[in-house]
């Protein structure tokens, strides 16, 4: 007889791995390592808002599926001929980036959900703290100071990996922004708004996320960060279903990976 987790059996890993009452946890997760949940991903944010409780919240990165690659010049402007058809973002309905796994939209769609109003950054969150955590959120450098990932770790929040690759954390971006390193990338992109039913377009300004911060890293290397950071004995692993699975503090790991950067590439 095939074996199907319950939120009963994720709660008990999840309390094992380190999470609980209160915490606010950005999660990462590869659902499909998970194992077959009794009712697919629900199953996980069940049993992630049992653990956290009334009092705590979960959050995840959305990011936005916008206009396809196809449709963008090189340095991912929409192209003028496809800017009327391309659909604006609009916080309440528009999908989370497929490229992050499904989780996200998973948590965006569940009702109660929260979603922040910038689109490359754009977080989601549910429980206590998500008003709180997404609103005000930048439209230029949305992962810098005043932006949901710095709320995270003003409150002392936690960052879960769920048999997600450790290269996919997305807290390292705001790490990228407070390093004082010098020659970061910026990028700015046309983007379409809906606002009182039409759309607006408006450019946003960024540090480059879609490329190391600067010059002499790899394109992976934020593993490398995560990697020496649990060298010095930090976070806790475990398993959650048949995933592997890490927690680590988020105010800790931004200030190991700005330091880890500015040891590297500061002034």
């Not at 449709?71 to 659909?87: K, S, Y």
């Not at 979603?115 to 005000?136: E, I, Q, T």
Request: aromatic share 8%.
């Amino acid at each position: 007889m095939r074996t199907l987790l319950t939120v009963d059996d994720l709660t008990r890993d999840l309390f094992a791995l380190g999470i609980g009452a209160k915490d606010i946890v950005l999660v990462h997760a590869g659902l499909r390592s998970i194992g077959p949940m009794i009712a697919g991903p629900d199953t996980l944010i069940a049993a992630l808002r049992q653990v956290v409780g009334p009092e705590g919240t979960i959050m995840a990165y959305a990011d936005w599926q916008g206009a396809p690659e196809a449709a963008c010049d090189e340095e991912g402007h929409i192209l003028r001929e496809w800017r009327d058809h391309v659909l604006p973002f609009d916080p309440a309905a528009s999908r989370a980036i497929r490229d992050n796994g499904a989780f996200p939209e998973f948590l965006r769609t569940t009702l109660g959900a929260l979603r922040s109003v910038s689109p490359g950054p754009s977080m989601v969150a549910l429980g206590a703290k998500a008003k709180w955590l997404l609103d005000p959120h930048p439209l230029d450098y949305g992962y810098g100071p005043g932006t949901p990932l710095a709320r995270l770790v003003e409150a002392g929040g936690k960052v879960a990996m769920i048999g997600a690759p450790w290269e996919t954390m997305t807290l390292l971006h705001h790490a990228e922004h407070l390093a004082d390193i010098p020659g970061k990338r910026v990028v700015r992109w046309d983007v379409p708004f809906l606002e009182d039913g039409q759309t607006v377009w408006r450019t946003v300004e960024e540090f480059d996320t879609g490329n190391p911060a600067v010059e002499g890293l790899d394109d992976d290397y934020f593993d490398e960060v995560v990697r020496d950071f649990v060298a010095t004995g930090q976070g806790s692993q475990g398993t959650i279903g048949a995933a592997s699975a890490l927690l680590v503090d988020a105010p800790a790991m931004t200030r190991f990976a700005v330091d880890w950067l500015e040891s590297r590439f500061g002034p």
